[in-house]
């Protein structure tokens, strides 16, 4: 198990140097939701796909102690229903040992900001369901279902 770190976080954009951090967070998030197919190559990939092209997103790192307890993951859509650029969070994950600490409302924070920056017109993301936890902190920070909606989605083959 991490040892507790009290410092306060640092939030800031994730680098190419942050790549292996990253990608041992992303893993812990995997595990912790019971996602399958973790593969640490392919996600090391796409990490750097996504930190090498910012037009397609971004990330975001968070550290206290020095020691690496979250991140935040934005993939950018262009939406014609909503009229422009948005965002989704595709990942937001803090380490369970580090929560309740404002860790996930400053990356939320900073992420947003910077969605608005780019130009996106809304920012969205999935949540589990059973997750209330998860939910009552997105409404807290202004998120809603949307109403007469729900996700649909459907697998692709790759190549």
């Known amino acids: 198990m991490a040892r507790l770190v009290r410092g306060?976080?640092?939030i800031r954009p994730a680098r190419a140097a942050d790549l292996p951090e990253l990608a041992g967070?992303?893993?812990r998030y995997w595990a912790f939701e019971a996602i399958p197919g973790f593969d640490p190559p392919r996600i090391r990939a796409l990490l750097e796909?996504?930190?090498a092209e910012p037009?397609?997103?971004r990330a975001w790192l968070a550290r206290s102690d020095a020691e690496p307890v979250g991140y935040l993951l934005g993939v950018y859509v262009l939406s014609f229903e909503h009229q422009g650029l948005t965002a989704e969070i595709d990942e937001l994950f803090v380490l369970p040992e580090q929560r309740s600490r404002g860790i996930g409302a400053a990356?939320?924070?900073d992420a947003l900001a910077a969605f608005g920056s780019a130009g996106c017109t809304?920012?969205?993301l999935q949540l589990a369901r059973g997750n209330e936890a998860a939910r009552r902190f997105?409404?807290?920070h202004g998120f809603a279902e949307r109403q007469h909606y729900e996700l649909l989605d459907r697998p692709l083959a790759r190549g």
Do not use: A, D, F
């Open 8 to 10: 306060p976080p640092e």
């Open 138 to 140: 997105y409404h807290r």
């Open 107 to 109: 990356l939320l924070k």
């Open 49 to 51: 796909r996504l930190l």
């Open 122 to 124: 809304r920012v969205q």
């Open 55 to 57: 037009e397609r997103g």
């Open 25 to 27: 967070l992303v893993g």
